[in-house]
């Protein structure tokens, strides 16, 4: 096995642990139990280790590196910023949709908090165009 990042917390290891598990990458904890016991020792051991086993290690370093958002993740399209939140419905449009009446609605405004520009994106991404819902 072979050691590929140090964190200063078991938390932190264990959520990039799950990020490569779910990729098939099998990963080793290493520290974990002396760090948890006390956390001024993290920087005497090097933190909590991941290590992973060296025909993996390439590919663990790949998914590391990979952009934090993720693909159907809602972005700005003037920025990129992943900051992004959408308008809430009116009341009257909320009730249509939690119970299943056809909505007119054809978009909806997304506001970025990280530029403060706003854009239109389909109410139902989904949907086909002009087809059936």
């Known amino acids: 096995m072979r050691v590929l990042a140090a964190y200063p917390t078991a938390d ?3 959520l990039v642990a799950s990020r490569l598990e779910s990729a098939g990458i099998e990963v080793e904890v290493r520290d974990e139990s002396i760090v948890s016991l ?3 020792y993290a920087l005497a051991v090097g933190g909590v280790k991941l290590a992973v086993r060296e025909e993996d290690y390439d590919d663990a370093v790949a998914i590391l590196n990979e952009p934090e958002v993720e693909p159907g993740v809602l972005t700005c399209p003037y920025c990129g910023s992943a900051e ?3 308008r809430p419905l009116s009341p009257a449009g909320g009730v249509l949709l ?9 978009a909806q405004v997304a ?3 990280a530029c403060g520009r706003s854009h239109t ?8 165009e002009g087809g059936a819902g």
């Open 111 to 113: 506001d970025c908090r």
């Open 98 to 106: 939690a119970t299943g009446v056809p909505t007119p609605f054809r």
């Open 38 to 40: 006390n956390w001024m």
């Open 84 to 86: 992004v939140s959408v």
């Open 121 to 128: 994106i389909a109410a139902h991404p989904g949907r086909a």
């Open 12 to 14: 932190a290891a264990y």
